[in-house]
């Protein structure tokens, strides 16, 4: 059984926890919706789907990845995620579908429209360079949401600088989209970062937030960045 989507996902998968039988789309599923789309999904978000897609903990928490048999089939791109308040959807342009890890693109809802009328035009602008990197920074957004085993969040701090030479030393930032959907530019130069390190995400945007494999990782956290956790779990 194949469970990784990209390159990132075995750390992004140490947050959670672990996969079990059921936790993904039957393989009919997925060719029934292939066959609707009168295309193949690509290569990422099909393993995501038939390994992870029915885990709410990655997939639906705050954000909501519909399922296979839930696509919304539209002709100029088929919509596979939508904004928790429906003010955006993400899809791939159905001319990209046989690309190997296609590009993701996103819309914004127009006044006194229905995400489910196939043929209103929508102005689809690029969001993600490959349905992999979207799918990563899904699964990160939702860990840092509580789906990670466990976690914490404190409210907005201006940075310190021995906060920041800390991350700097003692973990690795890395790349993805916004992490918060609909809100962040994905092409601004001033993304919140994200720093990872085994077992760990922490992430910068109107406070910290954090998602760990282990509780007492929250503590030593904590005590390095001298702050306090207004929520854990």
Same mark, same amino acid.
């Given at each position: 059984?194949?469970?990784?989507?990209?390159?990132?996902?075995?750390?992004?998968?140490?947050?959670?926890?672990?996969?079990?039988?059921?936790?993904?789309? !039957? !393989?009919?599923?997925?060719?029934?919706?292939?066959?609707?789309?009168?295309? +193949?999904?690509?290569?990422?978000? +099909?393993?995501?789907?038939?390994?992870?897609?029915? +885990?709410?903990?990655?997939?639906?928490?705050?954000?909501?990845?519909? #399922?296979?048999?839930?696509?919304?089939?539209?002709?100029?791109?088929?919509?596979?995620?939508? !904004?928790?308040?429906? $003010?955006?959807?993400?899809?791939?342009? @159905?001319?990209?579908?046989?690309?190997?890890?296609?590009?993701?693109? $996103?819309?914004?809802?127009l006044p006194d429209w229905e995400w489910?009328?196939?043929?209103?035009?929508?102005?689809?602008?690029?969001?993600?360079?490959? $349905?992999?990197? /979207?799918?990563?920074?899904?699964?990160?957004?939702?860990?840092?949401?509580?789906?990670?085993?466990?976690?914490?969040?404190? @409210?907005? *701090? @201006?940075?310190?600088?021995?906060?920041?030479?800390?991350?700097?030393?003692?973990?690795? +930032?890395?790349?993805?989209?916004?992490?918060?959907?609909?809100?962040?530019?994905? /092409?601004?130069?001033?993304?919140?970062?994200?720093?990872?390190?085994? #077992?760990?995400?922490?992430?910068? *945007?109107?406070?910290?937030?954090?998602?760990?494999?282990?509780?007492?990782?929250?503590? !030593?956290?904590?005590?390095?960045?001298?702050?306090?956790?207004?929520?854990?779990?």
């Amino acid at each position: 059984m194949e469970l990784d989507w990209s390159t990132q996902s075995p750390h992004i998968r140490s947050l959670y926890p672990p996969w079990q039988s059921g936790d993904g789309y !039957e !393989e009919n599923i997925i060719q029934a919706a292939e066959a609707r789309l009168g295309s +193949r999904l690509p290569d990422p978000l +099909r393993t995501f789907y038939s390994t992870w897609g029915r +885990r709410k903990d990655l997939t639906r928490l705050n954000q909501a990845l519909v #399922g296979p048999d839930k696509l919304v089939a539209r002709p100029d791109a088929p919509i596979f995620c939508f !904004e928790n308040q429906a $003010v955006c959807s993400w899809a791939i342009r @159905h001319e990209d579908l046989e690309k190997a890890n296609p590009p993701v693109v $996103v819309a914004y809802a127009l006044p006194d429209w229905e995400w489910w009328e196939v043929d209103a035009p929508l102005i689809w602008m690029p969001s993600h360079t490959h $349905v992999s990197d /979207f799918l990563d920074t899904l699964t990160y957004h939702h860990a840092l949401c509580g789906g990670a085993i466990h976690g914490g969040y404190t @409210h907005f *701090f @201006h940075h310190q600088e021995y906060q920041n030479a800390w991350l700097e030393q003692q973990w690795q +930032r890395t790349t993805v989209g916004p992490l918060v959907f609909g809100l962040v530019d994905d /092409f601004s130069d001033d993304l919140p970062p994200l720093y990872v390190r085994n #077992g760990q995400a922490l992430a910068w *945007f109107l406070g910290c937030s954090v998602a760990v494999r282990e509780m007492e990782a929250l503590d !030593e956290i904590s005590q390095a960045l001298q702050v306090t956790w207004v929520k854990q779990w």
